[in-house]
């Protein structure tokens, strides 16, 4: 299921396991910390050199081999107003078809005008985020049929449950941005679902959301939502990115019409276009590895290069979203070796034509359990060694995409904090390599007591959200709970927490007059 597709069928002291709360000594001790005032993990850089599985000679014959593919293949191109401005930019059209071939220098022509880095704006300024360079920016799941927790197990996507992890996307830093729509609410209309959906958005977070390109009405509604939720004129929406859309090709080798129609109306208006392939090796894609990142280049080109087509310099992300299927099943396969390359071999052709990267946090676990978590450590170690910039489905994900996880949520919350702290500079000051305290210890004793420990010892590591450091009888005695335990207890905690950000009254009203406008008229047309 594509991302775009409906479906068919700041760390607080309560973070801290409350068992472990209570421990005062030993190896378990206290380890919860006071709130850092909103603001520790709000822009991430990631300067540490990129791991590469490409050499330059290999990086170059994947290059050629995808512009070979969109000169001799081409492109599907199911939009007929699409295709006459392909045409009009040099494009070769086959008549009577929806086939379209580009060439090399039409393709490296069209892409020279990407940005190599842009800002999209929040409607609180201090959510802006960075995109491209060294910036890390993380995105929550997105476009889950399915939610669950483990009191509720799995069940169909529901207004109250779309409305609760948006709220707990609000509630940690290290969450970025929505991705889209958590989970899908299916018991509001599709007519009208996009309105409900997207003006929660502006109301139970002040920070970079997503909108669905599935039909160019949809389209339009999103951007005035983004602009009244701003309070800005069309003129600084125009001028400044507000609102992103992720923008699937139909592998192999096809872009469909809702997502043409998407890169027009949001390029047109120099809002954020993320072009992702979703090439499965065995699939939608050859079974080896370096033909399925092939396709996935040459199918992320022609969706870039439309961008620009319709408007010069408008901001675009190179998508990546190339893994395997288990050959046995069928079934898509995240996490893997072979996904890590994937990953890694995207960055080295992203930065090769300075775009922007996205990538995501993956894993096929259908439970919380040593495979969610392994499957999306090694995600997480290729997107941020491979040099991903914008990290869709970073929290959340569970049974490859197909539920929303509360339990997992909060799992891969701590697990990108983890990764925040790891890519922060080593202090190597002078009073970091602590020589003193060196001088004032000696031979034999310890620095639990030093003057040079006892002015850091509440910042100076990373206290997790649900390790349980306690030992084995501390840990038993409290009824051997385990992470998912946890992980449950920790996101009530968070909801009952929740305090909805500040919207300007007179944004409130403008906005609510537009959903009660768009709903009078019917929204947009559905088949049921």
């Known amino acids: 299921m594509s991302e775009n597709e409906p479906p068919h069928s700041s760390l607080t002291d309560t973070d801290a ?29 990631n300067t540490m050199t990129k791991s590469t599985v490409l050499t330059e000679e290999a990086l170059e014959a994947v290059h050629v081999a995808s512009l070979t593919i969109l000169e001799e293949v081409g492109m599907d191109v199911i939009l007929p107003e699409a295709r006459a401005r392909m045409q009009a930019a040099g494009a070769d059209v086959t ?22 880095s842009f800002t999209m704006h929040a409607r609180n300024p201090i959510r802006n985020v960075e995109i491209g360079g060294d910036n890390l920016v993380f995105a929550q799941i997105a476009s889950a049929p399915f939610v669950a927790d ?93 609102l992103f859309t992720i923008i699937n090709t139909s592998s192999p080798l096809r872009l469909d019409g809702p997502m043409l129609q998407g890169i027009i109306e949001m390029s047109s208006r120099s809002q954020v276009v993320v072009v992702t392939p979703f090439t499965l090796a065995g699939a939608m894609a050859p079974v080896t590895i370096a033909g399925a990142v092939v396709q996935q280049n040459a199918e992320a080109l022609a969706g870039i290069a439309f961008t620009q087509m319709v408007r010069r310099g408008a901001p675009v992300m190179y998508g990546g ?98 990764v925040a702290e790891f890519l922060k500079p080593l202090d190597v000051s002078e009073d970091a390599l602590g020589l003193d305290a060196v001088r004032d210890v000696g031979p034999g004793g310890h620095y639990f007591g030093t003057a040079h420990t006892l002015a850091r010892y509440e910042t100076a590591f990373y206290s997790p959200i649900l390790s349980d450091w306690r030992n084995f009888e501390t840990w038993t005695e409290a009824g051997r709970p385990t992470t998912y335990d946890h992980a449950n207890r920790v996101f009530k905690e968070k909801l009952n927490e929740y305090e909805r950000p500040p919207l300007d009254p007179g944004i409130e009203e403008e906005l609510d007059a537009f959903v009660a406008r768009r709903k009078a008229e019917g929204g947009v047309p559905t088949d049921f």
């Open 17 to 45: 396991p409350m068992e472990r709360r209570r421990r005062t000594g030993g190896r378990g001790a206290d380890r919860s910390r006071k709130s850092t005032g909103g603001s520790k993990y709000l822009n991430l850089v």
């Open 95 to 116: 008549p009577g078809t929806d086939r379209v071939r580009f060439d090399r220098g039409l393709i490296m022509d069209m892409i020279s005008s990407v940005p190599s």
């Open 150 to 242: 483990r009191e509720g197990g799995r069940r169909a996507g529901n207004q109250e449950d779309y409305r609760k992890l948006v709220k707990l996307a609000q509630s940690y830093d290290i969450i970025h941005t929505t991705g889209g729509y958590p989970v899908e609410p299916v018991d509001i209309h599709a007519s009208v679902r996009h309105l409900d959906c997207l003006s929660d958005m502006v109301k139970l977070t002040d920070k970079v959301f997503h909108c669905y390109s599935l039909g160019q009405q949809r389209n339009l509604d999103a951007l005035e939502i983004a602009r009244i939720g701003r309070g800005i004129t069309a003129e600084q929406m125009d001028s400044e990115p507000s």
């Open 321 to 418: 979203f190339t893994s395997n299927v288990d050959m046995k099943t069928g079934a898509p396969a995240f996490g893997t070796p072979e996904y890590m390359k994937a990953v890694i071999a995207g960055g080295q052709l992203a930065r090769r034509y300075k775009i922007p990267y996205r990538t995501s946090n993956t894993n096929a676990s259908n439970t919380l359990d040593a495979q969610a978590a392994y499957e999306s450590a090694l995600s997480l170690w290729a997107l941020t060694q491979g040099g991903g910039n914008f990290i869709m489905h970073s929290a959340g994900w569970s049974e490859g995409g197909l539920t929303a996880s509360f339990e997992k949520f909060i799992l891969d919350v701590d697990m990108l904090q983890m």
